[in-house]
């Protein structure tokens, strides 16, 4: 809760400068700001359960320039379980464990305009992300802070809403859950 609480603040804080930014723009006569947001769907695979599961996603940033942006978002790593029979364990009854988590980012964003509806981007920063494992012989935590990445690219459907689709690194590599590298697709309306 604390990461989407985290991401929120800086959505509003960026939406909040932008509004500012444009206004005193739009006075003076420079260029102004773009604000954004999107939802998406991530495929992140799972150790636990070794396979792909579709996540949500949320982000919002402001571009400053046509090529200069900032960006920052959340995602959801669901819940996936997974049973382990006695035979594969050694333990009576077997094991039942579930993963779950979250990887949140705040990035710095280099867009490179291929043609007026293509374009590709970079983005670098940082995240935080949590992955939580509990069974019922025991439980564990995986947090660390590193650094955020991503490639992708966007297509403009009309003037303010695009289509996106990236390759995401959240930090190092992870013990627990959703690996660390993921894909994800997602929906960006401008303002």
Do not use: C
């Not at 029979?85 to 867009?111: F, H, M, P, R, W």
């Amino acid at each position: 809760m604390k990461a989407l609480t985290f991401v929120l603040a800086a959505a509003a804080l960026a939406a909040g400068t932008a509004a500012r930014a444009q206004q005193s723009s739009t006075a003076s006569g420079t260029p102004d700001y773009h604000p954004y947001v999107g939802a998406g769907v991530v495929s992140a695979n799972n150790m636990l359960t070794d396979s792909r599961h579709a996540d949500a996603k949320i982000f919002g940033g402001i571009d400053f320039s046509n090529n200069l942006g900032i960006e920052a978002g959340y995602v959801n790593f669901s819940r996936q379980e997974r049973q382990f029979s006695e035979q594969q364990t050694g333990i009576s009854g077997g094991v039942t464990g579930v993963t779950k988590g979250y990887g949140t980012y705040l990035a710095a964003k280099y867009t490179v305009p291929i043609n007026d509806r293509f374009s590709a981007y970079g983005k670098l920063g940082v995240s935080h992300n949590e992955r939580q494992y509990k069974s019922n012989v025991g439980s564990n935590t995986d947090i660390d802070n590193g650094v955020y990445a991503g490639l992708g690219a966007q297509y403009k459907l009309n003037e303010n809403l695009s289509l996106v689709g990236e390759f995401e690194q959240y930090g190092e590599g992870k013990r627990l859950g959703a690996r660390a590298g993921v894909w994800s697709a997602g929906l960006k309306v401008g303002f």
